[in-house]
């Protein structure tokens, strides 16, 4: 699954990273885990809220994401597209969960 984060200068896209690589280190995603409700993820608003409170845990996720972004540009990234990236996030997440678990019986 491809990922992208689309940094802006003003209105227009100015430079995208992508990755299709998710390899995070626990601690990253041990911080993701503390502040992301996935009961609300089907909602739109509440992972834009969820974003925006928790912005000091999330840069680093990001960062490990997405090699090279800086703290600066991340600053440029519309909600839109965050929310879009944390929705594929959690539907990976279930998806190669719903495969481990196949995979133990």
């Given amino acids: 699954m491809e990922f992208k ?3 802006n200068e003003g209105k227009e896209n100015a430079k995208t990273y992508t990755t299709d690589t998710i390899d ?3 601690g990253v995603v041990e911080d993701v885990m503390k502040v992301l409700d996935f009961d609300k993820m089907d909602d739109k608003m509440a ?3 969820m974003i925006m409170k928790s912005a000091t845990q999330l840069k680093p996720f990001l960062k490990d994401l997405f090699e ?3 703290d600066e ?3 440029t990234v519309k909600m839109s597209n965050l929310v879009e ?3 594929g996030l959690y539907k990976y997440a279930v998806d190669e969960l719903g ?7």
């Fill in 47 to 49: 992972i834009g809220v």
């Fill in 99 to 105: 495969m481990l678990s196949k995979l133990g019986n």
């Fill in 5 to 7: 984060l689309r940094v």
């Fill in 85 to 87: 990236i944390f929705k």
């Fill in 68 to 70: 090279g972004v800086t």
């Fill in 24 to 26: 995070f280190t626990f």
């Fill in 73 to 75: 540009e991340i600053r």
